[in-house]
C-alpha cells in the first residue's frame, strides 16, 4: 500500500497540471482552500467522488495507486459521464415518485377538507 505522502504528492503534481495551485485545487473538489496542504491521513471517499465528478479526466486509480496514467482517454470520460448521468436520472425517479405521492396524499388532504367545509356549512 502506498503511504499518504505519496497520495498527496500525487494530488500536488495534478493540481500543478491541472494548471492550479493547491488552494485551487482543494476549492475544485469541494474542500477548504488549505485542505491539499492539510492532509495527514488517507484521502477520504467524499473527496474521491468530488475528483470523479468536477475533475472527469482524472484517473482514480492513478490518484490512489500511482498506477497508469494520470488523466483517462476520451472513451473513458464518456463512459464515465453516462454512468453519473444514470445516477441522475435514477435520483430524479426516485424523487418523481415521492412528490407524486405527496401529491396524491395532498390531494386526499384537499379534498377531506372540502368535504368537511361543505358538510359543515350546508
Known sequence: ??????????LYFLAEKLGMNPSQFSAKIGKDRTYLSNIRKEIQTDVLRNIYIN???VNLIWVITGKGEMFLSQNEIANNENFLLKQKIAVLEQEIKY??????????KIEMLT??????AG
Request: net charge neutral; glycine share 6%; charged share 40%.
Open 99 to 108: 412528490l407524486n405521492r405527496e401529491n396524491g396524499r395532498l390531494e386526499g
Open 1 to 10: 500500500m502506498k503511504t499518504d505522502s505519496e497520495i498527496k504528492n500525487r
Open 115 to 120: 368535504n368537511s367545509s361543505e358538510k359543515s
Open 55 to 57: 475533475l472527469p479526466e
